[in-house]
């Protein structure tokens, strides 16, 4: 080996320790909601915590305040499970966002309380909830490594029995492609919903954007949802797929990427249907194991 080649390869397994070579395993990891197992929901510390495991892909929701921003929440409605109000007290009865301003949004501490589901969670106390242009922003800032790649896969919330819950639903696909065209990530950006109408609109819209079927309950034909659609991807709850259900839609053209797989039993499961994401609540215990597995 020429002198060249040796200081390739000490550049090569200095640069792997530090974890900047591609990554060891071919499935797109995405964090869910940020990384809930571990640090408080749709918030900027589990951005980061999901940025420093290394995840492929940033999963959150987004739903808008009366002032038609967007921001980070799973549901249209504050919960008192995982806020506080103003001066932490509880929430007794959760408010619409769509009825409070965004600085009224922003007087809720989102990260004092743990959530039980997770024992590993950290709470952050003082965290607010974060606006869609303030985490694009964060991301592009953070100078964490892999931030400039990381992918996007974002829920539009929707309620299509409570319309008064979310803008008129143009309004609300204009809203979201407004602030991805603003920050320029098009390119890595997924827009996901259950509710299928908002997918269609942004199709419609945006032809380059790419688009995830959310699916809950029992499934329809896939391939022909994705068709109809003209999705990229589609989403559904892993315990409705086989790896029949990948297959097919592998031959059509289109990824499949299960929510949501905490345990490695479920992991070992999906990967053995050949699924192409894994949404998780705890992505650095997932590319642990994803590592460990590549190994062996």
Not at 25 to 49: C, F, L, M, S, W
Not at 114 to 123: G, L, M, S, T
Request: proline share 6%; glycine share 6%; aromatic share 8%.
């Amino acid at each position: 080996m020429n002198r060249f080649l040796i200081i390739l390869s000490a550049l090569i397994m200095g640069c792997s320790s530090l974890g900047f070579v591609e990554k060891d395993y071919n499935v797109d990891v995405q964090g869910h909601r940020g990384a809930r197992a571990v640090r408080p929901e749709n918030t900027i510390p589990a951005i980061k915590e999901a940025l420093e495991a290394g995840v492929n892909t940033l999963e959150f929701d987004l739903v808008a305040t009366k002032d038609r921003v967007l921001i980070l929440n799973h549901d249209p409605i504050i919960s008192g499970k995982i806020c506080t109000g103003p001066n932490g007290q509880p929430i007794d009865l959760g408010i619409p966002f769509i009825n409070m301003s965004l600085k009224e949004a922003k007087s809720y501490d989102c990260g004092r309380l743990k959530n039980p589901r997770f024992p590993k969670q950290k709470p952050v106390p003082g965290t607010k909830i974060p606006t869609f242009a303030e985490v694009l922003e964060y991301v592009k800032t953070s100078g964490i490594l892999g931030s400039e790649k990381v992918m996007f896969n974002v829920e539009l919330k929707s309620v299509p029995a409570q319309p008064q819950l979310t803008p008129d639903n143009e309004e609300y696909v204009d809203l979201f492609l407004t602030e991805v065209k603003k920050a320029g990530v098009l390119d890595r950006m997924v827009l996901q919903s259950f509710d299928h109408r908002l997918l269609r609109i942004a199709k419609e819209k945006e032809p380059q954007l790419k688009i995830s079927a959310l699916i809950a309950g029992s499934l329809p034909n896939l391939v022909v949802l994705a068709k109809d659609l003209k999705a990229e991807y589609i989403s559904p709850y892993f315990q409705f797929i086989d790896k029949e259900v990948v297959e097919s839609l592998h031959k059509a053209g289109v990824k499949v990427v299960p929510w949501t797989l905490n345990e490695e039993k479920d992991w070992e499961l999906v990967l053995g249907f050949g699924v192409d994401g894994i949404i998780t609540d705890d992505p650095r215990a997932l590319i642990s194991y994803l590592r460990e597995r590549q190994k062996k």
